[in-house]
Structures are given as C-alpha cells and as structure tokens.
C-alpha cells in the first residue's frame, strides 16, 4: 500500500501536480519518503531557476536587438543622403575634372560596402528578436495539417531569385500526399534555411528534395552534391552564431540553428550527415506521436 502511494506520488510529479509528501512512520521506508521529498522539492527549485534565467537570457536579446535597431536606422539614412549628394554632384557637373570624377564611383563602392553590412546587421536584429521568442516561450506555431510536396514547393518558389543567381536548381519528386501536423509559415522558413545552406556549397549543381512516411514519422531528406560537411563541423552546425569552415561570408550563422529550433518544437528531429557518394545531407523527421 505504501509503495503504491509512493508510486502515485512520483507520477504526480511527472505530471507537475505533486503535492507536500507526508511521511507516515518512523521506519526506512519514512526515510525513503523523506530523501525522495527532498530531491523533488530540489528538482522542482533548480528548475525554476532555470526557467527564470532562460527568461532573463531571452529579455537580453530582446533588448540588445531593439539597442541595435536604432544606430541601424540611423546610419541607413545617412548613406541614403550620402547617395544623393553624390549623385547630384554628378548630374550638376557638365565637365568634371579627372579628379572628381574618378571618385564618385569609389564612393558609390564604399557606399555600397556600408549598405552590405547595414543588411547583415539588420538580419543579426532579426535573428535576436526571434530568438527572444523561442527562449520566452512566446513564438507560437500553428498546428495544421501540412502536405510535405506543398511545403517543399513553397519554400523553393520562395529562393527562385537566389537560386537563379547562384545557377543552382532544386528537384522536388511528387511522391504522393503526405501530410505533417506543422505551422506551415515557420516550417517553410526552416526548409528555406536548409535550401540555402545548400545552395551555397552545391557550386551550381541540383538540390534533391526526397521524403517518405512510415507509421512512426515523416521523413525529409535534403541534400546536395557538394564537398558536404568538414567533420569537425559537424557536432557544431546547429548551434547559434557558429560558422563551419567553409562558412559563407556576411553570413551570421544563425540559420540552421532557427531550423533546428523550429523542428524540435513541431516533435521533429534534425541531423546533417555526409551521403557515401559524396555531398551533405540533411535528416529530417516529424513524428506522428
């Protein structure tokens, strides 16, 4: 009877709805009780701290990222006011001497360089913002049902313009419906990040798009046909602001990272790899239960 009790206890605390453990006795088993009480009590205090320093944390970014919004305002404007006057220097001189006329377009270029890093810096702010998201609980995700082509499809349609520019191309076989319970908008964002990845060390070759369902959960394979992952790389590709080897530059390594994040939370797993014939791959799967 007291073992049952026992028993129930620990499934309350499972479930977060364990309450006070009186002991009932003076024996070993009392004992037992007692040093169980303890370490839940404990548990539950460590896990509280936890939770209030992943919410410190996520207010942080979330400060630092409107911190940053505002010099990046700022300076965006002064370059778009630069350009003008440039410009209008331009247009206003007739006949410029060799001087003023071979630097206006080394302006133009360091302009351009400012207005490069001003992208990146707004995608860094993004980023932050989003991740205060995660860590703050407060990103929510639909849970529709998603058809796996539709949402290959998408994202896709979504990189045509880099893809066209990098000369790479994506291969999407229709398999058959194939339905996933998922936010399409975020899932489709994740899928983006993976494509892109790819795109990059594909050096324009195709980007085949492959899945399949069983009973326990839907698989997505992505993968290219690139020089795939350093292996040193590897254990580190899904954590954020690490940038592999043969990172690209002006990236911020914040991708995969959002891809892994937005994954776990619709019950689904990540993990890249090398294919034996060569190239990178990325294993993806969401689980039914």
């Not at 409107?66 to 006949?95: E, F, N, R, W, Y």
């Not at 003023?100 to 302006?107: C, G, M, V």
Request: hydrophobic share 40%; glycine share 6%; aromatic share 6%.
């Amino acid at each position: 009877m007291r073992i049952q009790a026992l028993a129930d206890y620990l499934e309350q605390v499972n479930t977060g709805q364990a309450v006070i453990l009186s002991a009932s006795g003076e024996d070993h088993f009392s004992k037992l009780e007692d040093e169980i009480y303890k370490t839940v009590t404990f548990l539950y205090q460590t896990k509280d701290t936890a939770m209030q320093a992943r919410n410190h944390f996520a207010e942080n970014l979330s400060n630092i990222a409107h911190q940053v919004k505002t010099p990046i305002t700022a300076i965006s404007l002064s370059v778009q006011m630069l350009k003008q006057d440039i410009s209008g220097q331009s247009s206003s001189c007739p006949c410029p001497d060799f001087k003023s006329a071979d630097r206006i377009p080394l302006h133009y270029s360091q302009l351009e360089q400012i207005e490069k890093q001003l992208l990146r810096l707004t995608h860094l702010e993004e980023a932050l913002l989003l991740l205060s998201r995660i860590d703050a609980g407060t990103l929510l995700l639909k849970k529709d049902e998603v058809d796996v082509f539709t949402l290959l499809v998408l994202a896709a349609d979504n990189l045509q313009k880099l893809f066209a520019g990098s000369g790479a191309s994506v291969d999407i076989p229709e398999l058959g419906e194939m339905m996933i319970s998922a936010d399409l908008d975020w899932t489709m964002e994740a899928i983006m990040n993976l494509l892109k990845n790819c795109m990059e060390h594909s050096k324009g070759g195709t980007i085949h798009c492959t899945y399949a369902q069983n009973p326990l959960y839907t698989e997505i394979l992505i993968r290219d046909h690139g020089e795939g992952f350093p292996k040193e790389d590897i254990p580190h590709l899904f954590e954020r602001f690490y940038r592999g080897r043969n990172a690209k530059d002006g990236g911020i390594g914040i991708g995969l990272a959002l891809s892994k994040e937005i994954i776990e939370r619709q019950n689904g797993t990540i993990r890249a790899k090398n294919m034996p014939e060569g190239g990178a791959c990325f294993e993806i799967r969401f689980y039914s239960h």
